[in-house]
């Protein structure tokens, strides 16, 4: 079953693999992941935790860079900047319009009309200095949000997204079945 948006998630970050491993042929793509989000705001600190659970998962490959942003991804350019990834992926809550704990993937333009606002930065600006910087591909893994109250842990169906959403791209890079 699994949360919605699942299958269509699946397809594009497939797709995204696909081209950082070609780009990057015949090494491994580089790929960086990160967190980003609001630990203290509920379901906005979803991104973190799919990253968290990503990394126990994985095992430490030197073609995969795991960073918490928390609510500045900005503050970690230099790292990223210095790494170069083929394809940053940013996990965080997003507002897609679709039931609470749907995921989606996003392309690095479409972040102004998905962001919830809770960084430091705007993620397109953040977004458009990086692939400035290192010509990366860029994408937001985006999770709805049930709510983002202050000082509440994660809703049911972010933790369930939470969950699934951090099992699936754990098993994609583990197998490199992309």
């Known amino acids: 079953m699994g949360f919605p948006g699942r299958e269509a998630l699946l397809l594009k970050l497939r797709a995204r693999l696909t081209e950082a491993a070609a780009r990057a042929a015949p090494e491994p793509p580089r790929l960086a992941l990160i967190g980003a989000g609001q630990e203290l705001r509920g379901d906005d600190a979803a991104g973190i935790e799919v990253l968290r659970q990503i990394k126990a998962k994985i095992s430490t490959c030197e073609h995969i860079l795991t960073l918490e942003a928390g609510p500045a991804p900005e503050n970690l350019t230099g790292p990223l900047v210095r790494f170069r990834p083929h394809l940053a992926l940013i996990f965080d809550a997003a507002a897609l319009d679709g039931p609470p704990g749907a995921c989606c993937l996003l392309d690095a333009h479409d972040l102004d009309h998905s962001s919830l606002g809770t960084h430091a930065l705007s993620l397109s600006l953040f977004a458009r200095y990086l692939t400035q910087q290192t010509g990366c591909d860029l994408a937001l893994v985006g999770i709805q949000p049930a ?27 583990l197998t490199g079945d992309y």
């Open 147 to 173: 709510q983002m109250d202050l000082c509440m842990p994660l809703s049911p169906p972010g933790s369930t997204a939470v969950r699934e959403l951090s099992a699936l791209v754990s098993e994609l890079l």
